[in-house]
């Protein structure tokens, strides 16, 4: 089960069954919080669904039981305890991730909900920092609970994605270089339906089983990647590198329009544009982008501020729904 929390409309989670009872019962979670988990149709307050307890025990949900226990998964330190023994004594947050006690917590200081997390404004906050950490290294720019994705992983992952439309067209490639093409047709910018007439002149001497072939791969391709683009945030580029495209507030997967239709579609509709006029303004366009991207502090380049999206490091958790914090 995953839980949410909510206070002062901040965000954070998800955390599991044992860690939430632990937090209730250190006191750094509180009764007037909110919270949320599947099977619930809104946040509710926490108080209310524990009766005014500081132990949650849901009910089950399909005949299943739930593990009430709030201390199987918690390491008991034998440095607390000279007998070995669990005490009163409420487990920090330092230690339930695993990382070294900082002063006020060794001095059994209570620490806050919001002291042990980063805070970006409009951004939704996590605490929990178990799968954060797996994912983020000392170079990693951590935005709330997301790990942005690496400047140079979003490069690899454009560089996949144009790899394989070559691929696709590679068939069309070879029979041109068959034939005798005047490219200086296409230099002409001035002249672009010169080009176009003598770009279908060379399209109706290709045999048309190679014409059908590099239809069916280019259709298939896009069709592929615009499949993986809605149900994962992910094209196929960037499904190899790790990386995905999050919502800028919310941190889950974009709505339909700004993933499909901003970030795809129209995208994919300047680029055609760009490079139908000159490769060499396609790839300054690009190239301005991910300068942009590695001058902001959030990676944001100029699809992401057209989009209002983040490229971070891809997580499970960013493919759960829930529901819109009031």
């Not at 006690?101 to 042990?116: E, L």
């Not at 178990?130 to 994705?149: C, P, W, Y």
């Not at 339909?256 to 139908?276: E, H």
């Amino acid at each position: 089960m995953q839980i949410f929390l909510a206070r002062n409309n901040v965000q954070a989670g998800p955390y599991n069954l044992e860690q939430l009872n632990i937090m209730l019962a250190s006191g750094e979670v509180v009764l007037d919080d909110l919270m949320w988990h599947e099977g619930l149709e809104q946040w509710q307050r926490v108080g209310t669904l524990t009766n005014n307890q500081t132990v949650y025990t849901p009910a089950p949900v399909n005949g299943a039981e739930v593990n009430d226990s709030i201390i199987n998964n918690v390491t008991i330190f034998p440095e607390d305890n000279a007998s070995g023994n669990q005490t009163d004594k409420p487990v920090s947050l330092d230690r339930l991730y695993g990382k070294p006690d900082r002063k006020d917590t060794a001095n059994h200081t209570k620490v806050d909900m919001t002291t042990n997390r980063h805070h970006t404004p409009h951004h939704n906050v996590s605490l929990n920092k178990t799968q954060l950490n797996k994912a983020a290294t000392n170079q990693d720019k951590v935005i709330g609970d997301v790990v942005l994705a690496p400047i140079m992983s979003r490069v690899l992952a454009t560089a996949i994605n144009g790899l394989l439309y070559l691929l696709a067209i590679f068939p069309l490639v070879m029979a041109l270089t068959k034939m005798d093409v005047d490219y200086s047709k296409f230099q002409n910018i001035q002249d672009m339906d010169a080009a176009y007439q003598y770009s279908m002149t060379l399209m109706e001497s290709l045999p048309s089983s190679t014409l059908m072939m590099s239809q069916i791969m280019v259709f298939g391709l896009f069709a592929l990647q615009l499949v993986f683009i809605a149900l994962r945030g992910q094209s196929l580029g960037k499904l190899i590198t790790g990386i995905r495209v999050v919502d800028q507030t919310t941190h889950r997967l974009p709505s339909f329009t700004k993933l499909i239709g901003m970030r795809t579609l129209l995208l994919f509709i300047i680029y055609n544009l760009l490079f139908s006029f000159t490769s060499f303004l396609g790839f300054v366009v690009v190239a301005v982008h991910y300068y942009m991207a590695s001058k902001s502090p959030e990676n944001i380049g100029w699809h992401d501020k057209l989009a209002k999206t983040l490229v971070v490091k891809a997580d499970s958790s960013q493919l759960t729904k829930k529901p819109t914090l009031k």
